[in-house]
């Protein structure tokens, strides 16, 4: 019997969509990044760290690009707003 793929006939999403991202060779689906925030070392080697529910990743990310995604993408509180 030949495998086949899912059948997107029905479905409303493109035929390229996938709720998975990659950035920066990092995969993950952005609807279960619960934070995030960025560090520059003192050597200048910039990093992004996911916060998942069960874990947290720390990325390199020289350029930001994780970060910008995120930021755009899940429109984060400022801390001021947060705590009061």
């Known amino acids: 019997m030949p495998i086949t793929g899912p059948n997107n006939k029905y479905s409303n999403a493109p ?6 991202v990659v950035i920066n060779n990092f995969v ?3 609807k279960q990044v619960e934070g995030f925030y960025r560090q520059e070392a003192v050597d200048g080697l910039r990093t992004t760290t996911v916060i998942f529910p069960p874990y947290k990743q720390t990325v390199p990310d020289p350029e930001w690009r994780l970060y910008n ?3 755009k993408r899940k429109h984060p509180m400022d801390a001021k707003d947060f705590l009061y």
């Open 15 to 20: 035929d390229n969509y996938s709720e998975f």
């Open 28 to 30: 993950f689906r952005p």
């Open 69 to 71: 995604f995120l930021l």
